[in-house]
């Protein structure tokens, strides 16, 4: 992985190449596609919402694998699809069947586990 040889203690750094990267590829397909490329106005809200948020969970990550074991942190970030149904519940009014419940308590006593073994 390329984010591997960037120095310790140099987040923000990473963080600039990777949204770089992502730059250059969107434009690229904005112009080989020739698409619109404009948002509505309503959508901007909820466009840097998901941008701040997206930026906060990366840079949580690449905290975590330079503060940390990169096996903690990998595991813990794989649990993403676990906050998916619980925002898909809370915002769009899913419903959670008894296999979801169970793999969200399973996924939280994972969690629980990783942090006792990790202290």
Known sequence: ?????????????ALAVIRGVQAILVTAVVI?????????????????????LDMAGNSFYLLGVQAGALAVAAILSSLYPVTTVILATLLLGERVTRHHAVGIGLALAAIACIGAGSA
């Open 1 to 13: 992985m390329a984010i591997a040889q960037l120095s310790d203690g140099h987040v923000f750094g």
């Open 32 to 52: 080989l596609a020739r698409a619109a490329w404009r948002p509505s106005r309503s959508a901007l809200p909820a466009i840097v919402a998901v941008g701040l």
